[in-house]
């Protein structure tokens, strides 16, 4: 795995990615492609919580084969996209995450996982949090990435403002 950036006048302090995590509501993982094929990217909504990410999913499909022949994935997540035409650039901001990923299969590390996935997203709502958890606890999967490395980078202009 290579994490080294090239241009590291633009790479992002560590604080600054976890604050992208944090912040963020969506990314996109991306897994190896099954038979050394296609890889596989997804969007999807995820959770930044105790130096992890969290997503759920259906118990089947796609994304989690692709885990399961092998846990190791990266993920992005995109802070800002600005396109600036007279300029002919982009002004971004973006964190790449490359970890393990596995399937929550114990009760309680699952349901403290739904929990927070739900308060990033319903935070005043904590009654139909509840509600829709223990509705769906039985049904939903749940996936934790532990991050093994992370990288960040924006544009150079950005730099220049900060």
């Known amino acids: 795995m290579k994490t080294t950036m090239r241009r590291k006048n633009q790479a992002l302090t560590e604080e600054e990615c976890i604050a992208i995590l944090q912040n963020g509501t969506s990314g996109v993982l991306a897994t190896a492609g099954e038979d050394g094929d296609y890889p596989y990217a997804v969007p999807l909504s995820y959770v930044y919580w105790n130096s992890r990410l969290y997503f759920h999913c259906a118990g089947e499909g796609h994304k989690l084969e692709a885990i399961a022949r092998n846990p190791r994935v990266s993920f ?13 650039t982009t002004y971004f901001r973006s964190v790449i995450v490359f970890g393990k990923a596995r399937i929550l299969t114990e009760a309680e590390g699952k349901r403290i996982a739904l929990e927070k996935l739900a308060e990033r997203f319903s935070p005043e709502y904590p009654k139909g949090r509840k509600a829709e958890i223990d509705k769906l606890f039985n049904v939903v999967t749940m996936v934790e990435i532990q991050i093994e490395a992370m990288t960040g980078k924006e544009a150079k202009e950005l730099r220049k403002i900060r």
């Open 76 to 88: 992005c997540v995109v802070d800002q996209d600005q396109v600036v035409p007279d300029k002919y």
